[in-house]
């Protein structure tokens, strides 16, 4: 009987973490939207300064680029890394949009910023899930409990009902 109810307590554990993964996702997407609004702002800012000196985006990058000062040609590395994030941040960001509940998951596992997601998990606060998508992973979590449970508590419960030869 009490491995029954330690096999029940497992799979409630369980379907409380799980139901905590599609809460983490969607952290995680916030995160993201703001990563992808602080690089776009960075962006426009040097947009906007080229477009002061009558210069393009391009044209103030390779004015940058070949600028004797290293300090210089470094700030226009960094800038060409945020471009190239921001875009490709932006691609996962649309992602997520056009993904279903369930497959928001599933991408996050796939394509993921590593940064952001390490960020989101140290701010990760637990939420009760109302979204048909976090039933549904409390459900799947609870299973996996419950049966890997009680695959676990199996032999025991044989070798117990087992009768005893007697000596």
Known sequence: M???RLVFALALFLATLASQVPEFAQQYRQRLGGAVDELNRIITAFDADAARMALTRE???ERLKANADRFVRQRAEQIEGDIARAARLERQLQSYAEAGPFNRVALL???HDADI????FEAFEPAVPVTSEGLMAAVA?????????????????????QPRLAA
């Open 2 to 4: 009490i491995l029954k």
């Open 117 to 120: 997601a390490r960020r989101a």
């Open 109 to 111: 596992a796939r394509d």
């Open 141 to 161: 979590g609870f299973l996996v409990g419950w049966v890997g449970g009680r695959a676990l508590i199996l032999p025991i419960q044989r070798r117990r009902k």
């Open 59 to 61: 044209s103030g990058l």
